[in-house]
């Protein structure tokens, strides 16, 4: 069974960084496309970033393009999302998936930005 567990969450000051990871258990990475997606409150799940298959390529939003960096370790079954310069509209829960919006999610973890 293919499982995404997700860490390294929490509270930051506006301008802060915190870097997300997301560990792969049951599969190989490098086959699929890994992305990053939000969704702050009573709004939609927002795609954020993308490591293309193979681990070659990675594509970002553009609201968070200069700021956030997304890159993974196959060796350690393990993608990455590494957040700086965070603003408070970076606020909400922060979820790894797999496969596309009909593969493998993990369970979220919440980003909190606010002074």
């Known amino acids: 069974q293919v499982q995404l567990v997700e860490s390294g969450g929490g509270s930051v000051q506006p301008g802060g960084s915190l870097r997300l990871s997301c560990a792969a258990s049951?599969?190989?990475?490098?086959?699929?496309?890994m992305n990053w997606y939000r969704q702050a409150p009573g709004k939609q799940r927002e795609w954020v970033g993308r490591i293309a298959t193979g681990g070659l390529m990675a594509t970002l939003a553009d609201s968070v393009k200069g700021r956030f960096i997304i890159y993974g370790d196959n060796a350690k079954k393990s993608f990455y999302l590494q957040m700086n310069s965070l603003k408070p509209e970076d606020t909400g829960v922060y979820y790894c998936?797999?496969?596309?919006?009909?593969?493998?999610w993990g369970q979220g973890t919440q980003v909190t930005v606010s002074s």
């Open positions: 998936n797999i496969g596309g919006t009909g593969g493998v």
């Open positions: 049951g599969t190989t990475l490098s086959v699929y496309n």
